[in-house]
C-alpha cells in the first residue's frame, strides 16, 4: 500500500473520529450542577484529551520528519541541511517568545478549586500555546497569499 493512500486513509479516520466528538461534545448532555447557574457539556474532558492527543501526535510526527530529513541531507550536502533546520530554529523560537511575553497573573474564576489558575507555569504555558497559534496562523494566511500573488504575477 502506497503511503498516500495510507495517509488518505489516516485523514478520513481523523475526520470521522473529529466530528463524532465534536458532534458528542455541542450534541450531548449538558452537566447543570457542576457550577450554580452554569451549564459544562458532558464529553468536555473527551474533547480536550482528543484535542492533545492530535497535538502530540501532530508535535511527534513533525520533529520526526524534520530530523529525518535533517539527517537524510547532511549526509549528502550538511549546507542545505542546516537550511532546512531553520524552520525548527524559527519554530523553537516562536515558543520561547511566546514563553516569555505569558503574563503570571491569577485568573479569577468562579468555582474553580484547582491551581492552574494561579500557577505560574500554567499561565504561561496556557499564554505561549494562543500567542504561538496567532502567530502560526498569520504567517500560514501570509504563505498562502504570498503563493497566490506570486502564482498570480509570476507565469
Keep these: 500500500m502506497s503511503s498516500?493512500?495510507?495517509s488518505g486513509i489516516v485523514l478520513y479516520a481523523i475526520v470521522i473520529l473529529s466530528i463524532v466528538i465534536f458532534?458528542?461534545?455541542?450534541?450531548?448532555a449538558v452537566e447543570t450542577d457542576t457550577v450554580p447557574?452554569?451549564?459544562?457539556?458532558?464529553?468536555?474532558d473527551l474533547l480536550i484529551f482528543f484535542m492533545y492527543g492530535l497535538f502530540g501526535i501532530t508535535l511527534i510526527t513533525t520533529v520526526g520528519a524534520?530530523?529525518?530529513?535533517?539527517?537524510?541531507?547532511?549526509?549528502?550536502?550538511?549546507?542545505?541541511?542546516?537550511?532546512?533546520?531553520?524552520?525548527?530554529?524559527?519554530f523553537v523560537l516562536i515558543f520561547l517568545?511566546?514563553?516569555?511575553?505569558?503574563?503570571?497573573?491569577?485568573?479569577?474564576?468562579?468555582g474553580f478549586q484547582g491551581t492552574?489558575?494561579?500557577?505560574?507555569?500554567?499561565?504561561?504555558?496556557?499564554?505561549?500555546?494562543?500567542?504561538?497559534?496567532y502567530t502560526l496562523a498569520v504567517i500560514a494566511i501570509v504563505c498562502i497569499a504570498s503563493?497566490?500573488?506570486?502564482?498570480?504575477?509570476?507565469?
Design 147 to 155: 503563493g497566490a500573488l506570486k502564482k498570480y504575477f509570476v507565469k
Design 66 to 90: 524534520a530530523l529525518s530529513v535533517f539527517v537524510k541531507q547532511f549526509m549528502s550536502n550538511p549546507k542545505e541541511a542546516i537550511k532546512s533546520m531553520s524552520s525548527i530554529i524559527i
Design 116 to 133: 492552574e489558575n494561579t500557577d505560574p507555569f500554567w499561565l504561561r504555558w496556557i499564554d505561549m500555546i494562543l500567542f504561538s497559534s
Design 37 to 44: 447557574g452554569t451549564e459544562a457539556p458532558v464529553y468536555t
Design 97 to 110: 517568545v511566546s514563553w516569555s511575553l505569558g503574563d503570571v497573573t491569577p485568573v479569577k474564576l468562579i
Design 23 to 28: 458532534g458528542m461534545f455541542y450534541f450531548g
Design 4 to 6: 498516500s493512500k495510507i
